[in-house]
Antibody
């Protein structure tokens, strides 16, 4: 069965970086794009960007361009999302989600809480 | 960027009611629209893709319609498990933006 398992909760200080992982199983990793979505406490879902897991191409929301990097390791069936220069507003749950091309994001990770606090 | 606007932001309804949530795109997105359900503390769940196609395993009381710039999600007869927040999402290009969400509350 398809599973996306994310790394555990993180607490970071302002200005630091955080890297969240998303390990996929139950399907051919490089055949499906991986998206990242975040949700601040009590707020809406916010799409961040995605990676073509086959060739490594990435696209980012303008809101995150330059501060977020999405990568993948096909040998480990794992996608990564790194946020630099963290600020308190980046406190959120970060989700990875598999895109079934043309069919939306059909499988999601369990979410990773990142807390930014001095 | 194409913006997605949902209405209403909050909807109060009773078990058995028929409810409709609307999502509008600032430009045409053809039928590249999905609907998700999210419960507190949980990841979103895909309900509808391509505006009107029901995701496998989703109850048939959920339906979607629309194309171009205006879309609706309808729940034909609300069940207790349906009280949650619903989001539309466009995926017509490389940028997948969400609407602001509609919280469905028990009246």
């Amino acid at each position: 069965q398809v599973q996306l398992v994310q790394s555990g909760a993180e607490v970071k200080k302002p200005g630091a970086s955080v890297k969240v992982s998303c390990k996929a199983s139950g399907y051919t990793f490089s055949s499906y794009a991986m998206h990242w979505v975040r949700q601040a406490p009590g707020q809406r879902l916010e799409w961040m960007g995605w990676i073509n897991t086959g060739n490594g191409d990435t696209r980012y929301s303008q809101n995150f361009q330059g501060r977020v990097s999405i990568t993948r390791d096909t040998s480990a069936s794992t996608a990564y999302m790194e946020v630099n220069s963290l600020r308190s507003e980046d406190t959120a749950v970060y989700y990875c989600a598999r895109e079934n091309r043309g069919f939306g994001e059909d499988y999601w990770g369990q979410g990773t809480l990142v807390t930014v606090s001095s | 960027d194409i913006q997605m606007t949902q209405s209403p932001s909050t909807l109060s309804a009773s078990v058995g009611d028929r409810v409709t949530i609307t999502c509008r795109a600032s430009q045409s997105i053809s039928n590249w629209l999905a609907w998700y359900q999210q419960k507190p503390g949980k990841a979103p769940k895909l309900l509808i893709y391509k505006a009107s196609s029901l995701q496998s395993g989703v109850p048939s009381r959920f339906s979607g319609s629309g194309s171009g710039t205006e879309f609706t999600l309808t729940i034909s007869s609300l069940q207790p498990d349906d009280f949650a927040t619903y989001y539309c999402q466009r995926y017509n290009d490389y940028l997948h933006a969400f609407g602001q969400g509609t919280k469905l509350e028990i009246k």
